[in-house]
């Protein structure tokens, strides 16, 4: 299959100058670390990052914007407003996952900066100060963490977790911080906490197929999923796969496939938004002809609702309690990842609502069940998502896209968000 992003982009049809100039800005970023293939290589902390880190800086610069980089390489730029004691804060990460596309991050950045550009066409002032950031390493294919910038600026991140972050070169948190003229204690004195934010926005495209199907341009986020991990031991007995007659085994992956094919109803029980997963299973001991004596599976499980998060949890727990009641199978359950949702405010929904019927757009909601750095920032701060039609659903793939003109209706109902508020 090959890909052709670049051909996409010259079929694209643009109504206005804000979309020539997304189109332009979308199309600049995606020579930085561009695949063979047309797919984007731009990891976190690579020089790839940080060349586009810069080129955005310089458009920052260019409409008067102050710009400044933190101890984790994240990278503000402020547009004056009224009054300058608060922000409004709007933007993305602008690193890929190795193989990936031109949308997920750089969409958001790009269309927050166009926020500002319009403004300054126009010589407005916002009521507050307009900050546009650029979050490092929001992939981790780095460190295999994620959301490494906008932790960082919320102090999330603890000395311990980043001393165990190895680059697949063996290099340290210390070398890559080096790199960026940071070290770690720029990194871990958090700033977040210390300011003023009003409201964080972030545009990002929606990476499922819900919007294509609505065939609608832009949706609200209605809260941001928090994903668990539940380890789930199922233990039988090993024996010989000729040998053992049927009536005598305990096949622990016989049990575990019961488990398994019955786990979509019992997210389906809890909510609409729930979601439940196994994507990892380790038969032991492996043989084609040795009966499974253990089985262990991890259940991803995410909810945007708390309780209902709770209430899923647990309801993993009993069913595999449930699935070996009254057999030979014995089955250990361990929770070892909760990371909580994050719920956006109705009364910001609702601002948001009547921004989408000033623009002549339908104010669809959709949960988000990937995490994004809205997450870091919602701990402390009001946060509100716009998600934009991603085509086929399609993203951390070259052949990830999203029309431009839809990119540019979430312009202007978040314009208009920030203008109302
Ligand atoms: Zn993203």
Redesign the pocket.
Same mark, same amino acid.
């Given at each position: 299959m090959t890909n052709d992003f670049l051909g996409k982009m010259a079929a694209e049809t643009l109504e206005s100058a804000s979309s020539r100039r997304l189109h332009a800005r979308i199309l600049e970023i995606s020579e930085i670390g561009r695949t063979e293939n047309q797919g984007s290589r731009r990891m976190g902390y690579s020089e790839e990052e940080l060349a586009a880190k810069d080129r955005v800086a310089d458009w920052m610069e260019g409409i008067g914007m102050s710009v400044r980089t933190d101890g984790a390489g994240n990278v503000f730029g402020r547009y004056r407003g009224q009054d300058d004691s608060k922000v409004f804060m709007a933007g993305? /990460?602008i690193d890929s996952v190795p193989d990936g596309g031109h949308f997920?991050?750089a969409a958001g950045v790009i269309t927050a900066l166009e926020i500002a550009t319009l403004w300054y066409e126009a010589g407005y002032q916002p009521k507050y100060s307009y900050e546009v950031v650029i979050f490092s390493d929001?992939e981790g294919s780095r460190f295999g963490s994620g959301l490494t910038g906008s932790r960082a600026f919320m102090g999330m991140l603890t000395e311990e977790e980043i001393n165990k972050y190895r680059d697949p070169e063996g290099q340290t948190i210390d070398d890559v911080l080096g790199n960026i003229g940071s070290d770690r204690e720029q990194f871990l004195s958090a700033e977040g906490l210390d300011y003023n934010i009003e409201i964080y926005a972030e545009v /990002?495209i929606e990476q499922a197929k819900q919007l294509e199907q609505k065939e609608l341009p832009v949706g609200i986020v209605s809260g941001i999923a928090g994903a668990t991990r539940t380890n789930i031991t199922f233990r039988g007995e090993a024996g010989h796969a000729g040998s053992t007659p049927m009536t005598e085994r305990r096949d622990a992956l016989v049990k575990a496939s019961e488990f398994i094919s019955t786990l979509p109803e019992v997210a389906k029980g809890i909510s609409r938004e729930a979601v439940a997963t196994v994507g990892k299973m380790d038969v032991k001991p492996g043989g084609v002809n040795v009966i499974p004596g253990e089985v262990n599976l991890v259940v991803d499980a995410r909810d945007i609702d708390t309780d209902n998060q709770s209430k899923l949890i647990e309801a993993v727990a009993e069913h595999a309690e449930d699935t070996v009641r009254d057999s030979s199978i014995t089955a250990e359950v361990d929770l070892t990842t909760r990371v909580m949702p994050i719920p956006i405010d109705p009364e910001v929904i609702s601002r948001m609502e009547a921004s989408f019927k000033r623009q002549d757009l339908l104010p669809v909601h959709l949960p988000s069940g990937a995490g994004?750095d809205a997450m870091s920032i919602g701990t402390e701060f009001p946060i509100t998502m716009l998600f934009v039609r991603s085509l086929k659903g399609i993203s951390h793939n070259p052949e990830e896209f999203t029309h431009i003109e839809d990119l540019s209706r979430s312009v202007q109902v978040l314009k208009d968000f920030f203008e109302n508020y």
């Amino acid at each position: 299959m090959t890909n052709d992003f670049l051909g996409k982009m010259a079929a694209e049809t643009l109504e206005s100058a804000s979309s020539r100039r997304l189109h332009a800005r979308i199309l600049e970023i995606s020579e930085i670390g561009r695949t063979e293939n047309q797919g984007s290589r731009r990891m976190g902390y690579s020089e790839e990052e940080l060349a586009a880190k810069d080129r955005v800086a310089d458009w920052m610069e260019g409409i008067g914007m102050s710009v400044r980089t933190d101890g984790a390489g994240n990278v503000f730029g402020r547009y004056r407003g009224q009054d300058d004691s608060k922000v409004f804060m709007a933007g993305s /990460h602008i690193d890929s996952v190795p193989d990936g596309g031109h949308f997920d991050g750089a969409a958001g950045v790009i269309t927050a900066l166009e926020i500002a550009t319009l403004w300054y066409e126009a010589g407005y002032q916002p009521k507050y100060s307009y900050e546009v950031v650029i979050f490092s390493d929001e992939e981790g294919s780095r460190f295999g963490s994620g959301l490494t910038g906008s932790r960082a600026f919320m102090g999330m991140l603890t000395e311990e977790e980043i001393n165990k972050y190895r680059d697949p070169e063996g290099q340290t948190i210390d070398d890559v911080l080096g790199n960026i003229g940071s070290d770690r204690e720029q990194f871990l004195s958090a700033e977040g906490l210390d300011y003023n934010i009003e409201i964080y926005a972030e545009v /990002h495209i929606e990476q499922a197929k819900q919007l294509e199907q609505k065939e609608l341009p832009v949706g609200i986020v209605s809260g941001i999923a928090g994903a668990t991990r539940t380890n789930i031991t199922f233990r039988g007995e090993a024996g010989h796969a000729g040998s053992t007659p049927m009536t005598e085994r305990r096949d622990a992956l016989v049990k575990a496939s019961e488990f398994i094919s019955t786990l979509p109803e019992v997210a389906k029980g809890i909510s609409r938004e729930a979601v439940a997963t196994v994507g990892k299973m380790d038969v032991k001991p492996g043989g084609v002809n040795v009966i499974p004596g253990e089985v262990n599976l991890v259940v991803d499980a995410r909810d945007i609702d708390t309780d209902n998060q709770s209430k899923l949890i647990e309801a993993v727990a009993e069913h595999a309690e449930d699935t070996v009641r009254d057999s030979s199978i014995t089955a250990e359950v361990d929770l070892t990842t909760r990371v909580m949702p994050i719920p956006i405010d109705p009364e910001v929904i609702s601002r948001m609502e009547a921004s989408f019927k000033r623009q002549d757009l339908l104010p669809v909601h959709l949960p988000s069940g990937a995490g994004h750095d809205a997450m870091s920032i919602g701990t402390e701060f009001p946060i509100t998502m716009l998600f934009v039609r991603s085509l086929k659903g399609i993203s951390h793939n070259p052949e990830e896209f999203t029309h431009i003109e839809d990119l540019s209706r979430s312009v202007q109902v978040l314009k208009d968000f920030f203008e109302n508020y």
